[in-house]
């Protein structure tokens, strides 16, 4: 039987397309990443002697007083100085992220209270793995889409854990985007729909009061990462009519530098399309805010009349996929803020040690 | 126990909320409801822009309870564009030198936890080198 379910073929019709009635669109983007980063060699000194082959160059760290509230404020921030909307218009704030500060206390009402959007906005975090916060664009897109709202805020962001001497420690770095989403006529980027896919698969998990999570190894590939992302663009792509030629850029969740380069040559996209969103081995794997932060590169470069598709990925399992088509408004805003190059380029770099330090990892009582 | 007073100046401390007096025009940081300089009540609103330049600084070796595990950092008067001087940490220096003169901009950091690791985070305003000179 689940097999069966697994092999089943996707029956497209014409609700497959999530779709609002109302366009919708990207009304400012914003990116960020801390300045501090650990060469990928600095974990293997530490670990494998300097052996062994090193999934990316560096990764982001966090600065000792940044979080993913702190992170999100200046990503939001940044979104709305290239969208110009008054704050209080924002409807709705959702955080998407695996490390929210509080357990309980919302990353969000902190956010909404900085960026001028509180009290009259739903708030709420959201946590899917690493599709947390694609989910907060699918859900913003619904609420500015019913006409409910005329605004509102996704942000994926994280400050990723990684346990000492494992594999996910080389690439668990730090960063994030957030969206303003509201109506198509004043967006930078038209969002045309989107597809998302989801199964119960165990890939990658952290319980409950654990540091850091688990992965179950070579399982997080095919069925997990390769399986969810390809249906997810497969259909999108037969539901919007396009074929990876169509798009001027694709950009998909970047757990280390291989996998992203690996789906998107078997969905049929060039490294010229990947290129330029393709941020994971400068400043590693951001969790909530990969693919969103990859899309932001994206739109520092696009033109208007490039579509784009982004494909997010969240252990556990699913994918959300994104039909995108750049409007004229882009190239008047992109330089009201923050380029995510400029954040990429300031960078210090930092040894295991005050890794370690900077990431609390050193029991003091 | 302080939750209250926190509370109660968070969009002073997120957003550098202040006031602007009514009869001069003197922005007024920390908001206190009297201008400084010329005496009157001054109770409207005023956000900065969070730009501004040091004006002096120290370095922290032995911070009082609550900064430990931020030692050492830098303490920093911060002129801001719109007048007032503002005491606030230094952050994102990396290997960056503190000079007298430099602009710095704006962010919102943690500042502490309140208590212990089962007391409140408070976030505030700190200062950093600007991006764009």
């Known amino acids: 039987m689940y097999l069966f379910f697994l092999n089943q073929e996707l029956t497209l019709t014409d609700k497959t397309l999530l779709k609002p009635s109302r366009p919708v669109g990207i009304i400012g983007y914003g990116a960020y990443v801390p300045r501090y980063r650990l060469p990928a060699r600095e974990v293997a000194r530490i670990w494998t002697a300097g052996q062994g082959g090193l999934p990316i160059k560096e990764k982001a760290v966090p600065g000792l007083d940044e979080d993913v509230v702190t992170m999100s404020i200046e990503a939001a921030r940044n979104a709305m100085a290239r969208a110009g909307v008054d704050p209080t218009q924002i409807r709705a704030v959702w955080v998407g992220s695996e490390s929210h500060p509080y357990a309980v206390k919302p990353t969000s009402t902190i956010v909404a209270e900085a960026i001028g959007a509180a009290p009259r906005v739903q708030a709420a975090d959201l946590e899917f793995a690493c599709k947390a916060g694609s989910e907060a664009m699918v859900a913003a897109m619904g609420l500015v889409g019913s006409s409910m709202a005329d605004y509102a805020m996704a942000i994926g962001m994280d400050t990723a854990q990684g346990k000492p001497g494992d594999a996910l420690e080389y690439t668990a770095g730090a960063g994030g985007a957030a969206f303003l989403i509201g109506p198509a006529e004043e967006a930078l980027v038209e969002i045309e729909g989107s597809f998302s896919y989801v199964t119960d698969t165990p890939d990658f998990w952290r319980r409950e009061n654990q540091k850091y999570p688990e992965h179950s190894q070579r399982f997080t590939g095919e069925p997990a990462y390769f399986k969810h992302i390809t249906e997810a663009a497969k259909a999108l792509m037969q539901a919007t009519n396009t ?105 210090t770099e930092i040894d295991y040690a005050t890794y370690i330090r900077f990431r609390g990892k050193l029991a003091m009582k | 126990m302080e939750i209250s007073r926190h509370w109660r100046i968070r969009q002073q401390r997120y957003n550098l909320v202040g006031e602007i007096c009514p009869y001069c025009e003197a922005k007024i940081f920390p908001p206190r409801d009297v201008c400084p300089d010329c005496g009157h009540e001054a109770k409207t609103e005023y956000a900065f822009s969070g730009l501004g330049e040091v004006y002096s600084y120290t370095t922290i070796y032995d911070p009082p309870a609550g900064y430990e595990e931020y030692a050492p950092y830098t303490v920093a008067l911060i002129k801001l564009q719109e007048g007032p001087l503002v005491t606030a940490q230094m952050t994102d220096l990396g290997d960056t030198p503190v000079q007298i003169g430099m602009p710095v901009e704006m962010v919102t950091r943690r500042l502490r936890e309140d208590g212990d690791e089962r007391g409140i985070l408070i976030y505030g305003y700190k200062f950093r080198p600007a991006f764009r000179n």
């Open chain 1, 243 to 347: 074929i990876p030629a169509d798009y001027q850029w694709a950009v998909f969740h970047q757990p280390n530098t291989k996998f992203p380069q690996k789906v998107a040559s078997m969905l049929g996209f060039c490294k010229e399309q990947i290129a330029p969103g393709l941020l994971v081995s400068v400043i590693g794997n951001t969790y909530a805010g990969a693919s969103l932060i990859g899309l932001t590169s994206i739109l520092d470069v696009a033109k208007p009349g490039d579509r784009i598709l982004m494909v997010s990925f969240g252990s556990g399992a699913g994918s959300d996929a994104f039909a995108m088509r750049v409007t004229a408004r882009l190239p008047e805003r992109r330089d009201l803020a923050l380029k995510t190059s400029d954040y990429i380029a300031r960078r």
